[in-house]
């Protein structure tokens, strides 16, 4: 699977950014996606998943703000972040997850960066 994601930039805080993911590959094999981000410094993090079925988790910090979306079709998943704060900053990472083995795969990091 081979995931190609785009759509980072900088933005003010209060500001809004969407980011993409494309997979392609594999994919009938792909069972969720997801974005994950990584501050300096820090680990890295789950910010929000998308299973095959719909179903949707968030990170607590990006609740209300952030909304995760998929198109099955284009096998793309796509996440928008509203009301960008400056410890939204970070690099974010695309990730398919498959089933039934659980393997990650990973897109290249798209920056993220949101300041005050």
């Known amino acids: 699977v081979q995931l190609q994601a785009s759509g980072g930039g900088s933005v003010q805080a209060g500001g809004s950014l969407r980011l993409s993911c494309a997979a392609s590959?594999?994919?009938?094999?792909?069972?969720?996606m997801g974005w994950y981000r990584q501050a300096p410094g820090k680990e890295r993090e789950l910010v929000a998943v998308?299973?095959?079925?719909?179903?949707?988790a968030y990170s607590g910090s990006v609740q209300g703000r952030f909304t995760i979306s998929g198109d099955n079709a284009k096998n793309s998943v796509f996440l928008q972040m509203n009301a960008l704060k400056p410890e939204d900053t970070a690099v974010y990472y695309c990730n398919a997850q498959t089933s039934p083995n659980r393997y990650d795969y990973w897109g290249q990091g798209t920056e993220v960066t949101v300041s005050s």
């Open positions: 998308l299973t095959r079925g719909g179903g949707t």
């Open positions: 590959g594999s994919t009938s094999s792909v069972n969720s």
